[in-house]
C-alpha cells in the first residue's frame, strides 16, 4: 500500500496504489489522517485518487469511513476517483458510493471542485 500526494491549488490529491486490507489498514490511517487536518470548509478539499488500488477489505473501509466523517465534521470534501473494477464493485455492494461522491477522473473531480485545482493539473 502507498499514499504519494500532489497539491493543485486548494485541492489535495492522494493517490493510493496496492491492496489495503486487515494487515495494512492501520498504516493506511496512518498515511491518510494527516492529509485531512486542512480538509475543512475554505480549506483543502481532498481527492482519493484510487487508479492504483487494486483491492481493499472491510478494514480498508472502515479507515475510508472514518476520513469521511473526520471530513464531514469539518465541513470538507473528501471525494473517490478511478476506481478499478473489483474497487468499484467493493464501493456498490457496500454502499460506499453513498459516502462518497465518485468520478471517473481526477480531472472530471476537479473540474467539478474547484476550477483553479484543474487549472494547475492542465499547466502541468
Known sequence: MQVAAQRYADVLVLAVGGRIDYVN???FKTALMPHLGNCAAGGDQVVLDLSG??????AGLRVLMIAAREARA???KLIAVALQ???REIFEISKFTLVFPVFDSVPQALQQISPAALAALSSR
Request: proline share 7%; hydrophobic share 35%; aromatic share 6%.
Open 74 to 76: 469539518r465541513q470538507g
Open 25 to 27: 489498514a492501520d498504516e
Open 85 to 87: 473494477p473489483v474497487v
Open 53 to 58: 488500488l487494486e483491492y481493499i477489505s472491510s
